[in-house]
Nanobody, 114 residues
Framework: VQLQASGGGLVQAGGSLRLSCAAS????????VGWYRQAPGKERVTLAY???????DYAASVKGRFTVSRDNAKNTVYLQMSSLKPEDTAVYYC?????????WGQGTLVTVSS
């Protein structure tokens, strides 16, 4: 499984951004896809995930502001982010989970200016 994250950029506080995570390879084996972020000098944290049945879950810090969804026809998982805050500035990653193994895409940088 190969993942390609994209959609990062510079946005003002209060704005919105949509990240994409395009999957290729053995996509039918994917059990779930998660979104994560790592701010400078901090550990990577889990933001949200979506399972192969469509179930979703969110970290408390982003619940109500971020929405994870998927387009099976495009083999892509999205993270719609709204009401962005400067503390949301980080490198965002997606990861796919397949039978206990995880596969990571390269990160995409999101910068939220105040």
């Amino acid at each position: 499984v190969q993942l390609q994250a994209s959609g990062g950029g510079l946005v003002q506080a209060g704005g919105s951004l949509r990240l994409s995570c395009a999957a290729s390879g053995s996509i039918l084996r994917i059990d779930a896809v998660g979104w994560y972020r790592q701010a400078p000098g901090k550990e990577r944290v889990t933001l949200a995930y979506i399972t192969n049945t469509g179930s979703t879950d969110y970290a408390a810090s982003v619940k109500g502001r971020f929405t994870v969804s998927r387009d099976n026809a495009k083999n892509t998982v999205y993270l719609q982010m709204s009401s962005l805050k400067p503390e949301d500035t980080a490198v965002y990653y997606c990861a796919a989970f397949v039978s206990g193994n995880d596969y990571w895409g390269q990160g995409t940088l999101v910068t939220v200016s105040s």
